[in-house]
Each structure stands twice: as C-alpha cells, then as structure tokens.
C-alpha cells in the first residue's frame, strides 16, 4: 500500500469511528416540547440547566440548537439530544429545534432527480426556512412559558453542518433580500452564533460536492439555485453585526475545512471579524459528540458569547 493510500485508510477509519461515537449515546428526552406551528416537524424540546453557570445562580444563558444531517429527512433533533444534554449539564439552558426537511425523492421530479431517484432529498424549500424563522421568532414567548430558567437575552444559537448554515442564516435575516418574508426589520436579538463545521457558503460547497450536491438540491436543483441562493447562502449576507464563530475540525471530510474558511474570507471583505477556531486531527463528528474534547471546547466558545 502507498504512503497516500494508506493516508487515505486512516482517515477513513478514522472518521467511521467519531462517527459511530457520536452516534453511539442514547437519546436524551427533554424536560418539556412546545410546538411552534401546526406540522409534526414544528417543535422544540427544552432542557432546563442541570447546575448554575455562575455561584450567584440566576437565568440561565439560552442556546438555541439546530440539527444537522445535510437537511434530510432521516437525521431529526433526536441525534442531537446529547449534545443539548451536554449543554444542559454544563448550566446552559437549551431549546433544541425541530425543522421540515428533505424526504424520498421521486425519479425525474425537480430537486429529487439530483439524488438519482430514491434517496432522501436535501431539505424543502421553502419549508425548512420557514420553520427556523418561525421558531426563531417563537422562541421568547415559548421559552417565558417552558423554560423560565432561561435568559432569552443572553441567546446564543448553534447548528452543526447544515444546521450550522441555518444558525448563520438565522442570524442574517436582516441582511436578506428586501422580498423575502423572512426579512426582519433589525438584527435577531442574539448574544452570538457558534456555527460547527457549517455548510457557510453554498458556492465552495458545491463545488467540492458537499453531503452530494446538498446545497443545489435544498434549493430546489439547478434550476433554482442561482434565483434562491441570495436568500440562503451565509456568505453573502455579511456583515451580520453579530458576534459569530466558527469551529471546525481541520481533519474534516464530511465538510471540509476549506467551506469554513470562505464564509470568514467573505465576513473579513464585507469588514466583520469572525472567529475561526479550528481543531488539529478532528473530523466532523466530534464537535457534537459528548465523549469528544472537541465537545467541550464548542462548550467554551459557546460561553465566551453567552457572558
């Protein structure tokens, strides 16, 4: 076997077992779920802090958690339990959101026909956004009701792969397109965004064939991508104003690195500084795997906004 060849067989095993680890926790039930519309998919489970952030106690900060699993259908809030859980322990006050995402595809229809006909397709548009703004705008009267141990002032939102992308659009509303119905008057009354392994911006991303053309297909396929990407690509709804950080596992083959480092190109030429913290030797699971370092060190980035 060559030295490459055998580069590559390490890799591989190496991510096929951060992979299995953060998949291997049980699911953790929340303390309470709420529902934010109507479809089953609309909802939010909440998990109130396990222990005070600080001696004084007090409100908890509020993390507000999206799901990744490149917007399809098969992988729901339930992989992330543990990740809220862990949050929960560390003192945050956690609202985990459910989203609509992508389901079966039908041969030859639309975005469908970009999976090849029978698998799940990337997310529904405009579906999945509608429910990230609805939840995000639900979430202060829901948390008063559901979570009161939880400071909606101090709220800080995360997403992990292509829920890192609708942690980073959430906080971008402001910025969209003077049509578009998630447009809000104001930036989002956040404390900041830690975006894990993002799916940031749509153009590198396709172009290094991301979760297999995920991007093209949430958008509805080549024929929507160029009409819908100003009002779904990160990168260019910069600057933000908003305190916004970015950790990725430099060893990452799911989302490579090299999608990360774009968007905080892009911020730096729209003039907004973002953090970039990236992690030696640590793949795209880790970050929401509670057994991994990298956890804790998403946990601590978390904190620094959060105060």
Known sequence: ?????????????????????????????????AAYGD?????????????????????????????????????????????????????????????????????????????GGGGPVAGRWPETFDDVA?????LPALVREFLPQ????????????AGGHLALWAAARHL????????????APLRGVVALAPIADFTVAEKLDVCGGACRQLLGGEEGFTARVPYADPA???????????????????????????YADAAAKAGEVVGLTLLEDVGHFPLIDPAADACAVVAEEIAQLAW
């Not at 600057?239 to 989302?255: E, F, H, K, M």
């Open 150 to 161: 939880a400071d909606p002032r101090r709220m800080v939102v995360t997403g992990h792969s």
């Open 134 to 138: 609805a939840a995000m705008d639900a």
């Open 176 to 187: 969209l397109p003077a049509d578009a119905v998630w447009r809000i008057d104001r930036p």
């Open 1 to 33: 076997m060559s030295d490459d060849a055998a580069a590559r067989a390490a890799a591989e095993a190496r991510a096929a077992a951060e992979e299995e680890s953060a998949f291997s926790h049980a699911a953790v039930d929340p303390d309470a779920t």
């Open 236 to 262: 260019l709804l910069l600057p933000t104003g908003i305190a916004t950080t970015l950790v990725q596992g430099r060893a990452d083959t799911v989302v490579p690195e090299a999608v990360a480092e774009a």
């Open 39 to 115: 479809d089953p998919d609309q909802v939010i489970d909440f998990y109130a802090p396990r222990e005070a952030l600080s001696p004084g106690g007090g409100l908890a900060p509020l993390v507000v958690v999206l799901h990744g699993g490149a917007w399809r259908a098969p992988y729901d809030r339930r992989h992330v339990t543990p990740f809220a859980d862990f949050l929960a322990r560390r003192g945050f006050a956690v609202a985990n959101v459910e989203y609509r995402r992508g389901g079966v595809s039908i041969p030859g229809q639309g975005a469908a026909a970009e999976t």
